[in-house]
């Protein structure tokens, strides 16, 4: 058992070292960062390849580490770097330590600062006035599909959608480190409540539910007391040092939200993006197939086309659609002529390096 513990003991020291290898190095890729930051000066630009930078960080790996780890350290790496060579106010469409706040603290950093709006709208007009460079909106669920509200509010600005982000959207009930038994108190949003209603019926009859405003509200009251908890997301929930007691407590284990990143300039193109459009088609039987048409004889991939029910202008429905490719794409470039030359209304509504 000694020499057991002396193994183990040497190889904590050789863990130690190396972190502080690992550190020294974060410190220099910080530097280097500070130098793109002084060379951009005042330019605001959503321009990073996320995806194929991750691609390339994965594909040198020996497989140690599992892939999904690998990517979620670099992901946070890659979020503080462009926090210090970009730092920009970001208007989040939703309350403190959501899930929409979340998704803007994995793109641009935990040093970045946010504003938190209560709808889509406000969000998009801090960007149109100059007060913000991005907004972060919720656009698709898992469950239900896309939001419409952050669709139509996005095409009745002149921002374009520059990236997107996809995260899950799972609530923890999380304290200071007590039992659940030991839970007097839990404090959560209405829309936690409403997400995690079996979990509290189930597992907390007698405990006293506590609605209020944010996530990071609740997160900060909960760590005021041990016989305190909070129904929040994780990142939340870590931020106020608290830990998870019982994990993913929704109602539905598995749902994943995606948010928009919309901005006034539009994105680079890097080889593997999406493009996103709204249109309204002409009332002929075959009008549909001939906008459609169009992409096909393009040999450009339909990611999905989806009807929304509006009443504006005498139109009663437009289409949204996704199609593999970059607005600056030859192929693309031309198809989007044809269709906006076939269509009542037609919006583009961005193009971005698709996450996955």
């Given at each position: 058992m000694a020499e057991r513990g002396r193994q183990v003991a040497e190889l904590r020291e050789q863990i130690a070292r190396l972190d502080q290898e690992i550190r020294e190095r974060l410190d220099q890729?910080?530097?280097?960062?500070?130098?793109?930051?002084?060379?951009?000066?005042?330019?605001?630009?959503?321009?990073?390849?996320?995806?194929?930078?991750?691609?390339?960080?994965v594909s040198s790996s020996t497989g140690e580490l599992p892939e999904a780890s690998l990517r979620a350290i670099f992901r946070e790496i890659g979020a503080a770097a462009r926090a210090i060579e970009m730092p920009v106010r970001v208007a989040v469409a939703g309350q403190d330590g959501g899930f929409c706040h979340q998704s803007s603290?994995?793109?641009?950093?935990?040093?970045?600062?946010?504003i938190e709006c209560a709808t889509v709208a406000e969000a998009l007009a801090e960007v149109t006035r100059g007060r913000a460079a991005f907004a972060v909106l919720p656009f698709e669920s898992s469950v239900d599909g896309l939001v419409p509200l952050s669709l139509m509010a996005l095409a009745e600005t002149e921002l374009m959608a520059v990236g997107e982000r996809t995260t899950r959207?799972?609530?923890?009930?999380?304290?200071?480190?007590?039992?659940?038994?030991?839970?007097?108190?839990?404090?959560?949003?209405?829309?936690?409540?409403?997400?995690?209603?079996?979990?509290?019926d189930a597992e907390l009859p007698r405990v006293s539910i506590i609605d209020v405003r944010s996530p990071q509200v609740a997160a900060e009251l909960a760590k005021e007391s041990p016989t305190s908890g909070a129904v929040v997301p994780e990142r939340a929930g870590r931020i106020a040092g608290l830990v998870p007691v019982r994990e993913n407590v929704g109602d539905v284990s598995d749902l994943q939200m995606r948010h928009i990143i919309a901005g006034s300039r539009p994105a680079a193109r890097s080889g593997h993006d999406v493009s996103c459009l709204l249109f309204s088609t002409n009332e002929t039987p075959s009008a549909l197939y001939d906008v459609l048409r169009h992409l096909a004889e393009r040999g450009i991939t339909l990611r999905r086309l989806q009807s929304l029910p509006v009443r504006r202008d005498g139109i009663e429905y437009l289409f949204y659609v996704e199609i593999s490719g970059h607005a600056s794409d030859r192929s693309v470039v031309t198809a989007l002529e044809a269709v906006r030359r076939s269509v009542r209304y037609y919006r583009l509504l961005g193009s971005f390096p698709a996450q996955r």
């Open positions: 890729r910080a530097r280097l960062s500070q130098r793109i930051h002084g060379a951009l000066e005042s330019e605001v630009s959503f321009d990073f390849d996320e995806k194929g930078w991750l691609d390339r960080v603290l994995e793109v641009f950093g935990a040093s970045a600062q946010t959207a799972t609530y923890h009930l999380m304290s200071t480190g007590g039992e659940v038994g030991a839970l007097e108190k839990v404090y959560m949003t209405a829309l936690a409540h409403a997400a995690c209603q079996r979990f509290l």
